[in-house]
């Protein structure tokens, strides 16, 4: 058996029972594998759980840049691109995001659930280009120290919006779009030059004038 | 204040709330502040506070967009419910909202169609060219034909019943309107609204508005296009035109004006005589203005479209009629008709709402009296906003704990009295007289 069909079988009977196959050993038997060729590809369940988050990721950043309109955007509107895209892939695959996530949380509320490791490590670095590409172009401004900063405010924002996407219960996920548009936005207000800058601009002016 | 772009939007209920609290708050310190000056003596006339409490709740109300917006909207419609300052400052709602991202207007198009923007269209302006009050206008192109799109929030429709819930207490707080004034206002208001997110609904009813008034002259009605458009996107031609007040800018003669106030004035005359159903959101934002073969109305937005049932277009009509306020008994026997007057009713309250109602009825009416109204008279609008305030301010009508009369008469009165005031701003001369 293929290793890439491994994946897309675990995912199937994830959704449709509700739970994980109760061993691998039975788990390999129904896809007529042993259990020794399983584990050649993944140790766990956990990690194609893992695997499959990371997957969505990759899609939703592969779909985002197809769209036409992708080269005229800028950098906080490639962000809203891509988390459209990605919720639009969560939607097709909400059952197994709640049943991932909601185990992780009812575990260990506070801590970023294990399952999203790869995802966000990803994430991270597609951000980080996103934020370099930013400053290129001025959406975001160039504070030493501080900006080492911004990916984590960035992961926040990921975290939320895949916690409201959990917990929305509205026709179609509207107020999930709803969300992700003001936390986009809000979040580039604050990356952006603003009020901040200025403030620490003039502090510097005064600074200088007395030395 | 207004071109400033707005920035940080709440997005939970209990942050908006919370917004509606901090307004509450500013509005009590200018009170106090408004008590304090004329305890020491000073001069702080009434229109200044009013002024600056709408100032604060405007600013409040113009970070939450959707239904929020659009109750404040349709309270500034109806003038005669609000003190005019509270009114001059919703008025500036009608244009400006934040724009949707680029990519939630992308993502809306997938939801509908499968398809982005740029695939559907030859050509799809990524920028809003404007704001309408749930959503935004985009232009578009294909096959040669300008076309209009509009593209709804997210989430607008959830959020109605939550953000009406929210308005009402704010509302009769800092308006000091009594809760019997404003509920059925308010229920109507809410159905509306709910209808007016169902843009499936408005191209039927577009479509149906421009079958049966297409005779009329010098009026526009886009095509609607049903294969473009679902349930939160709407596909209509790009009519010509501006708004009122950039049209009024370009300072048209009176010969234009007035054709352009006479197309409006039979417009809504048909609508109420012959189809009993009336385009009920008379703001300028729905109307657009152009020169071309002398003067031409554009009309967009079905979205609110009021069906008037016979009985009450029968009371509405006569209420109208010059011989029912000629004579008294006539205009007894409507009213009790009409549920206003009761056959219980003590007979000095009988008296008062007859005299506050011919009064009403005596102003209202005055256009359809005469064979020409002169609507750039701003005296007339004038008076009937102050006739509002009186009705308000009257004790006696204040103690009156029930609403009188049909609660369709809210949507004609809201109708009529934003007809009115389009056309004195237009300052056109209107023939008045029906002929069918």
Same mark, same amino acid.
């Given at each position: 058996?293929?290793?890439?069909?491994?994946?897309?079988?675990?995912?199937?009977?994830?959704?449709?029972?509700?739970?994980?196959?109760?061993?691998? *050993?039975?788990?390999?038997? !129904?896809?007529?594998?042993? #259990? %020794?060729?399983?584990?050649?590809?993944? $140790? +766990?369940?956990?990690?194609?759980?893992?695997?499959?988050?990371?997957?969505?990721?990759?899609?939703?950043?592969?779909?985002?840049?197809?769209?036409?309109?992708?080269?005229?955007?800028?950098?906080?509107?490639?962000?809203?691109?891509?988390?459209?895209?990605?919720?639009?892939?969560?939607?097709?695959?909400?059952?197994?995001?709640?049943?991932?996530?909601?185990?992780?949380?009812?575990?260990?509320?506070?801590?970023?659930?294990?399952?999203?490791?790869?995802?966000?490590?990803? *994430?991270?670095?597609?951000? !980080?280009?996103?934020?370099? #590409? %930013?400053?290129?172009?001025?959406?975001? $401004? +160039?504070?030493?120290?501080?900006?080492?900063?911004?990916?984590?405010?960035?992961?926040?924002?990921?975290?939320?919006?895949?916690?409201?996407?959990?917990?929305?219960?509205?026709?179609?996920?509207?107020?999930?779009?709803?969300?992700?548009?003001?936390?986009?936005?809000?979040?580039?207000?604050?990356?952006?030059?603003?009020?901040?800058?200025?403030?620490?601009?003039?502090?510097?002016?005064?600074?200088?004038?007395?030395? | 204040?207004?071109?400033?772009?707005?920035?940080?939007?709440?997005?939970?209920?209990?942050?908006?709330?919370?917004?509606?609290?901090?307004?509450?708050?500013?509005?009590?310190?200018?009170?106090?502040?408004?008590?304090?000056?004329?305890?020491?003596?000073?001069?702080?006339?009434?229109?200044?506070?009013?002024?600056?409490?709408?100032?604060?709740?405007?600013?409040?109300?113009?970070?939450?967009?959707?239904?929020?917006?659009?109750?404040?909207?349709?309270?500034?419609?109806?003038?005669?419910?609000?003190?005019?300052?509270?009114?001059?400052?919703?008025?500036?709602?009608?244009?400006?909202?934040?724009?949707?991202?680029?990519?939630?207007?992308?993502?809306?198009?997938?939801?509908?169609?499968?398809?982005?923007?740029?695939?559907?269209?030859?050509?799809?302006?990524?920028?809003?060219?404007?704001?309408?009050?749930?959503?935004?206008?985009?232009?578009?192109?294909?096959?040669?034909?300008?076309?209009?799109?509009?593209?709804?929030?997210?989430?607008?429709?959830?959020?109605?019943?939550?953000?009406?819930?929210?308005?009402?207490?704010?509302?009769?707080?800092?308006?000091?309107?009594?809760?019997?004034?404003?509920?059925?206002?308010?229920?109507?208001?809410?159905?509306?609204?709910?209808?007016?997110?169902?843009?499936?609904?408005?191209?039927?009813?577009?479509?149906?508005?421009?079958?049966?008034?297409?005779?009329?002259?010098?009026?526009?009605?886009?095509?609607?296009?049903?294969?473009?458009?679902?349930?939160?996107?709407?596909?209509?031609?790009?009519?010509?035109?501006?708004?009122?007040?950039?049209?009024?800018?370009?300072?048209?003669?009176?010969?234009?004006?007035?054709?352009?106030?006479?197309?409006?004035?039979?417009?809504?005359?048909?609508?109420?005589?012959?189809?009993?159903?009336?385009?009920?959101?008379?703001?300028?934002?729905?109307?657009?203005?152009?020169?071309?073969?002398?003067?031409?109305?554009?009309?967009?937005?079905?979205?609110?479209?009021?069906?008037?049932?016979?009985?009450?277009?029968?009371?509405?009509?006569?209420?109208?009629?010059?011989?029912?306020?000629?004579?008294?008994?006539?205009?007894?026997?409507?009213?009790?008709?009409?549920?206003?007057?009761?056959?219980?009713?003590?007979?000095?309250?009988?008296?008062?709402?007859?005299?506050?109602?011919?009064?009403?009825?005596?102003?209202?009416?005055?256009?359809?009296?005469?064979?020409?109204?002169?609507?750039?008279?701003?005296?007339?609008?004038?008076?009937?906003?102050?006739?509002?305030?009186?009705?308000?301010?009257?004790?006696?009508?204040?103690?009156?704990?029930?609403?009188?009369?049909?609660?369709?008469?809210?949507?004609?009165?809201?109708?009529?009295?934003?007809?009115?005031?389009?056309?004195?701003?237009?300052?056109?001369?209107?023939?008045?007289?029906?002929?069918?």
């Amino acid at each position: 058996m293929e290793p890439t069909l491994l994946k897309p079988a675990y995912l199937d009977y994830l959704r449709r029972h509700g739970h994980a196959p109760k061993t691998v *050993f039975a788990f390999a038997d !129904a896809q007529g594998i042993t #259990e %020794g060729e399983f584990y050649r590809h993944y $140790a +766990s369940f956990a990690v194609i759980d893992r695997e499959l988050w990371a997957d969505f990721g990759r899609e939703a950043r592969e779909q985002a840049a197809q769209e036409p309109a992708w080269q005229g955007y800028g950098a906080r509107e490639k962000l809203l691109a891509f988390y459209y895209t990605l919720l639009e892939i969560l939607k097709n695959n909400r059952s197994f995001a709640l049943l991932t996530l909601g185990r992780s949380q009812q575990r260990q509320p506070s801590l970023v659930p294990k399952v999203l490791s790869q995802f966000e490590a990803d *994430f991270k670095d597609f951000m !980080a280009g996103l934020l370099h #590409e %930013g400053r290129t172009t001025g959406e975001v $401004a +160039s504070r030493p120290f501080l900006q080492d900063g911004y990916g984590r405010i960035f992961m926040r924002q990921l975290q939320f919006i895949l916690l409201y996407f959990v917990r929305d219960e509205s026709a179609n996920f509207e107020r999930t779009d709803a969300a992700v548009e003001k936390a986009v936005t809000l979040s580039f207000d604050l990356v952006g030059r603003n009020t901040f800058d200025s403030a620490l601009d003039f502090g510097r002016f005064l600074l200088h004038k007395r030395s | 204040m207004s071109d400033q772009p707005q920035e940080s939007l709440p997005t939970s209920k209990v942050a908006r709330a919370a917004r509606f609290a901090k307004t509450g708050f500013k509005v009590g310190a200018n009170y106090v502040q408004h008590y304090a000056k004329r305890a020491v003596g000073a001069d702080s006339p009434t229109a200044d506070l009013h002024q600056a409490n709408a100032a604060e709740l405007y600013g409040t109300l113009s970070e939450m967009k959707g239904s929020v917006l659009k109750v404040a909207q349709m309270l500034a419609m109806e003038k005669n419910l609000l003190p005019p300052a509270y009114a001059e400052q919703f008025r500036q709602a009608q244009y400006q909202t934040p724009p949707l991202s680029g990519p939630l207007v992308v993502k809306a198009f997938r939801d509908a169609f499968g398809h982005s923007p740029s695939e559907i269209f030859d050509e799809f302006e990524p920028q809003a060219r404007q704001a309408a009050s749930i959503g935004q206008v985009h232009f578009a192109r294909k096959l040669g034909k300008e076309l209009a799109v509009k593209v709804q929030y997210p989430g607008v429709g959830a959020s109605i019943q939550s953000d009406i819930a929210m308005v009402k207490p704010v509302a009769l707080r800092i308006m000091g309107l009594r809760e019997e004034t404003l509920r059925p206002y308010l229920a109507e208001v809410e159905a509306r609204l709910l209808e007016e997110t169902d843009y499936k609904l408005e191209l039927r009813r577009g479509q149906a508005v421009a079958a049966k008034c297409g005779h009329l002259p010098h009026l526009q009605f886009p095509t609607y296009y049903p294969a473009l458009s679902a349930a939160r996107i709407l596909t209509m031609d790009w009519l010509p035109g501006q708004h009122l007040q950039e049209f009024q800018a370009t300072n048209p003669s009176q010969a234009v004006r007035n054709q352009l106030g006479q197309a409006l004035w039979d417009f809504y005359q048909y609508q109420l005589r012959e189809l009993r159903q009336l385009h009920a959101d008379p703001h300028p934002g729905n109307f657009l203005f152009s020169t071309t073969n002398g003067g031409t109305v554009g009309v967009l937005d079905f979205g609110c479209v009021k069906d008037v049932p016979p009985l009450e277009q029968q009371q509405f009509l006569s209420l109208l009629d010059p011989a029912t306020l000629a004579n008294p008994d006539q205009l007894a026997s409507l009213l009790t008709e009409a549920g206003v007057l009761r056959p219980t009713d003590a007979p000095a309250l009988r008296e008062m709402y007859l005299r506050t109602l011919t009064q009403s009825l005596e102003l209202v009416g005055r256009p359809f009296r005469e064979d020409t109204f002169d609507f750039g008279d701003p005296a007339y609008l004038k008076s009937l906003y102050a006739l509002g305030d009186d009705l308000l301010q009257d004790q006696e009508l204040r103690q009156q704990r029930e609403p009188r009369g049909s609660a369709h008469f809210v949507y004609l009165n809201r109708t009529y009295v934003g007809l009115f005031s389009l056309l004195t701003e237009l300052g056109a001369v209107v023939r008045t007289q029906y002929t069918a």
